[in-house]
């Protein structure tokens, strides 16, 4: 039957949809060579039709099974652009290493071409009344204050806050510190807020 | 095919659905359609089920290659039985994309009663779906879901309970109190870890 290397190529993004999952190299080669394969069949057919008029409704049914696989190829794509395109919301401009491996290279090429036009466009926000730019990737939600109190989940290392403070983020520890420092890390699932 | 659907994965799952098809012409070499079928060719007026993207752009050719039956979770049967009470159906087992199906399959339904259908199983079942989402331990239950019927009662839960912690928010000493003896809570049960 046509399109069903395609379908458990979807099936297996949709079972993930909060995370992204490992660029299917291998399965989709096979499916770009099952439409090499309909599309030869095809132009032989159709250049025989001129003989044997049935079988232009072969023809047909091959070229909506070539259409298929176009379409599902093209969801499966768009499907992780939008991943992608979280991931730089979420992770920020540089990806840890165990994620950058799941993108193909030119997803890879993507991220980074957004990325940099975020970025452009963060910079260029506010010129006009005298800021540099805001970073729009934090305060997703209104700060409820000033300083937070924060506990640190992973070994991070090194921190230097803005008044050149340099603090030792280990795992288990407790810090008592601005929101605005804060906030990107425990988004990254640095540290956590404790309330 | 409606082109806003065109990138959706779960359209793309749902017209992976399969409806019975009855063959208008001969197809040479896709004898491989009918699993039954020995020969290389499908004749005309064969009936198989094939996938409702095939059928649909089958359908649309002119002339159209194939008539698309309806599938027996929308005959008359089934009609009969979503008609008496929606609530006490399985929607896993019947099937998954139930709506979504039914509204493909409505156009081939001459007497337009599947869309009715659909419709009046929708009404009685979002009642059913509503009561449970607002209390938190009858989600599990209801009759089993079908997975747009989940996707929508899983938003739902989260918008309970976001509504609910923002009124509680709202009750500020309680709830100043309330955190103060979690967090006391907390530190008692570090400390008889420590």
Redesign the interface.
């Known amino acids: ?3 069903e290397k395609v ?1 458990e190529l ?2 297996e ?2 079972r993930n949809r909060e995370t992204i999952d490992l660029y299917n190299d291998e399965k989709i080669r096979q499916i770009i060579q099952e439409m090499h394969v309909l599309f030869k069949m095809n132009m032989s ?1 159709a250049n025989a039709t001129t003989e ?1 008029k ?2 232009w ?2 023809v ?2 091959r070229h ?2 070539l ?2 696989n176009k ?2 190829l ?3 794509l ?2 992780r652009m939008i991943k992608i395109k979280t991931l730089r919301w979420e992770f920020g401009s540089v990806l840890p290493p165990d994620v950058r491996e799941l993108l193909s290279d030119s997803e890879y090429d993507w991220f980074s071409k957004y990325s940099t036009n975020l970025a452009t466009y963060m910079r260029s926000l506010g010129e006009d009344i005298g800021y540099s730019g805001i970073d729009l990737t934090e305060n997703l939600r209104p700060p409820k204050s000033l300083y937070i109190e924060v506990l640190c989940i992973t070994d991070y290392g090194k921190l230097e806050l803005e008044d050149g403070d340099v603090i030792t983020l280990k795992k288990n520890s407790r810090h008592f510190l601005p929101t605005s420092e804060c906030q990107t890390l425990i988004r990254q699932g640095v540290l956590k807020q404790i ?1 | 095919m409606s082109s806003s659907n ?5 359209d ?2 749902v017209t ?1 659905e399969k409806v019975p098809c009855k063959f208008l ?6 004898g ?2 009918d699993p039954s079928a020995a020969e290389n060719d499908l004749k005309a007026g064969t009936n198989i089920e094939i ?1 409702l ?2 059928a649909e ?2 359908y649309t ?1 002119r002339p159209p ?1 194939v008539s698309v039956d309806l599938p027996k979770i929308y005959k008359e049967t089934y009609r009969e039985i979503l008609n008496a009470d929606a609530c006490t159906v399985d929607m896993h087992k019947l099937g998954q994309h139930f709506y979504e199906l039914g509204c493909y399959i409505a156009k081939h339904d001459i007497k337009s009663e599947v869309s009715a259908t659909l419709l009046n199983t929708y009404r009685q079942r979002f009642k059913m779906i509503l009561s449970a989402t607002v209390s938190t331990d009858s989600i599990n239950s209801v009759q089993p879901l079908s997975a747009s019927e989940r996707e929508r009662t899983k938003s739902a839960v989260v918008t309970e309970r976001a509504l609910s912690s923002w009124l509680k928010i709202g009750d500020c000493p309680l709830t100043t109190a309330s ?1 103060i003896a979690n ?1 006391r809570k907390r530190k008692r049960a570090e400390m008889e870890l420590s």
Request: with cysteine; net charge positive; glycine share 2%.
């Open positions: 039957m046509f399109g379908i979807l099936k993004a949709e057919d044997n049935t079988l409704t072969t047909q049914v909506s099974a259409e298929r379409r599902c093209l969801a499966y768009y499907n309330i | 065109y990138l959706s994965i779960s793309i799952l992976n012409l001969d197809l040479p070499k896709m491989f359609l996938p993207w095939l752009s089958l050719r290659l955190m967090h």
